[in-house]
């Protein structure tokens, strides 16, 4: 009976992390829209979210990890796991390090720019959600694994059509005058596209367990 | 006592060295995958082998007596202690080798040394048992490891509750391959020794408990033995010269071997097809060394046929020829020195 309430418990707290990572995903969008839009306290307070979620998740991983080796479960996948775990612990990582920076550089996005770099956040959230869903299906139906794949490699190669666009617009063109805020541009721009490029991380990873645990 | 003992030994030994070697058949991968501890299986394998041995072995172990009934104990004692020097040898130079086999090979051998006429009918349907074990094991696998894996990806079961089902699912798997060992496999230890079985019938509580029971419960207790001293090791290494197998392999493999075992053992399941009328399974021993790689090779074809090393089946082919003949003529040499050396009768 032991084992039946641990089984159950672990398949909770697995489904809960990849929760976590989705509502890191959406405070990350409200944060960056907050910002964009000026009001600093809703901003804030995304931040901190944030920050907890982030702190819930590497609890969380640990955890997962400590059932999964003391109760000896999926010897076969459990190194799999983990490094799925792992490697998506870093996309939270790079979304709470993003809104960081946000605070405390406060970078001033030009007007004409702002729909652009919502958009940019937009695609990036969208491939974090694509990935929450293959990795998901992993663990439930395996045959549906490749399909999020598939939509999360589309979504980030639209998030590096948008951050090369935008970071043309601040380079080529006037709307950004001086350089140093043009170089904090392109910074900014870069680090919200990578969220998109982590989320393909953790699927190319994924994308070879897939193939490990085949039927 | 401490004669009928000695001359027993060779069928124990014999049983030892299959408790040791097809006990990792049922449990070697789901211990060698970490799915279960050893101690959990080897407690599950014993019990079980010795329930089915002592319950079920009656079936296998009638056919083999009609084949060839050794009727002077020194001549059983040297016919099991053959087979084991065969299974020794064969094992040592790494040669595929099936107690059923020799156990086979060896009583024809004490036939020609006596002079009895070995019953070709019998010998065909053993022969022909041996080709269909694996073949029906490999349709099993084939059969069940779609069927699982049908199942698995409709239900949408979570990875972690799948391997919490494998796990018990081998333990329950895992006993029902351990009856159907040892009510298939009691008959190539014990076999030889019921027509002339020393023990006499006895009651306990109003039950009786046959001469064979008794000879079947001591040849089952030496298989325990095996299980617990020697099988650790070669479970820590089964299936890894074949392919590396899942947990979910691993289950299907057990249970397609345990049930061409539990087939060629029935005696229930026999009285059960005669009464509907359909045909039925000899009672025979089979390899369930052989029953596995026919379970893998199954398995292997429902995963598409790729990778499959068909040397291993040639194997098998070698197996079945060289076992018998090594065995037949080992028996032949042992008698001859049993009888002529020792002045023991082997033969009445």
């Known amino acids: ?147 999020h794949i598939n939509k999360v490699h589309y979504f980030e190669h639209e998030a590096d059509k948008i951050e090369e666009d935008l970071k043309r617009k601040a380079f080529n063109s006037d709307i950004i005058k001086d350089l140093s805020r043009k170089v904090q541009m392109r910074y900014f721009v870069e680090k919200v596209a990578l969220i998109s490029d982590e989320a393909e991380a953790v699927c190319d990873r994924l994308s070879i367990y897939v193939i490990k645990r085949s039927f | 006592m401490e004669a009928i003992l000695i001359f027993l030994s060779s069928g124990l030994f014999l049983g030892w060295s299959l408790g040791a070697n097809d006990a990792a058949n049922v449990f070697g991968t789901a211990v060698s995958t970490k799915m279960i501890r050893f101690t959990t299986a080897a407690v599950i394998c014993s019990i079980f082998v010795i329930i089915g041995a002592v319950l079920g072995g009656a079936g296998a172990s009638d056919t083999l007596g009609k084949l060839g009934s050794v009727n002077a104990i020194a001549g059983s004692f040297t016919v099991a202690l053959a087979a084991g020097l065969t299974v020794f040898l064969m094992t040592r130079t790494k040669l595929p080798v099936s107690t059923s086999q020799a156990i086979v090979g060896a009583i024809i051998g004490w036939n020609f040394f006596s002079g009895f006429q070995t019953d070709v009918s019998t010998l065909v349907k053993i022969v022909y048992t041996w080709i269909l074990c694996p073949v029906l094991a490999g349709a099993f696998g084939f059969a069940l490891y779609r069927l699982i894996i049908l199942y698995i990806r409709k239900s949408r079961i979570h990875m972690i509750r799948i391997d919490h089902y494998t796990r018990i699912g081998l333990v329950i798997v895992g006993a029902f391959g351990s009856y159907s060992l040892g009510a298939n496999n009691i008959a190539n230890v014990m076999g030889v020794f019921v027509p002339v079985s020393p023990f006499r019938s006895i009651e306990i509580g109003g039950i009786v408990i046959s001469a064979t029971h008794i000879l079947f419960f001591l040849g089952a207790l030496a298989i325990a033995l095996g299980v617990f001293t020697y099988s650790k090791k070669v479970m820590s290494t089964v299936g890894s010269d074949i392919f590396r197998l899942s947990a979910i392999d691993a289950l299907i493999v057990v249970l397609s071997s345990a049930l061409v075992l539990f087939i060629f053992a029935s005696e229930g399941l026999q009285a059960f097809l005669i009464s509907y009328g359909l045909p039925t399974f000899p009672l025979v021993p089979v390899s369930s060394s052989q029953a596995v790689v026919g379970a893998i090779i199954g398995i292997a074809l429902g995963k598409g046929g790729k990778n499959i090393n068909f040397s291993t089946m040639g194997k098998i082919g070698i197996g079945w020829i060289f076992t018998p003949l090594a065995s037949g003529i080992i028996s032949f040499i042992l008698l001859f020195f049993m009888q002529n050396v020792f002045m023991q009768t082997v033969f009445n």
């Not at chain 1, 992390?17 to 907050?34: E, V």
Request: net charge negative; proline share 2%; aromatic share 8%.
């Open chain 1, 1 to 147: 009976m032991k084992i039946i309430g641990e089984t159950k418990q672990l398949i909770s707290d697995i489904d809960i992390f990849w929760d976590t990572i989705s509502r890191s995903a959406l405070a990350f969008r409200s944060g960056i829209k907050h910002y964009l839009a000026g009001r600093t306290e809703k901003f804030r307070s995304d931040l901190e979210d944030i920050s907890k979620l982030e702190n819930e998740t590497d609890t969380m991983r640990r955890e997962i990890k400590y059932k999964l080796y003391s109760h000896m479960l999926i010897p076969e996948s459990r190194g799999d796991v983990l490094g799925l775990l792992e490697t998506t612990d870093n996309v939270v990582d790079s979304i709470k390090k993003v809104l960081l920076q946000f605070d405390i550089e406060k970078p001033e996005i030009p007007e004409s720019m702002k729909e652009e770099f919502m958009e940019l956040t937009k695609m990036s959230v969208k491939t974090v959600d694509e990935m929450v869903l293959a990795s998901r299906a992993f663990f439930r139906e395996i045959s549906i694994v490749n399909d």
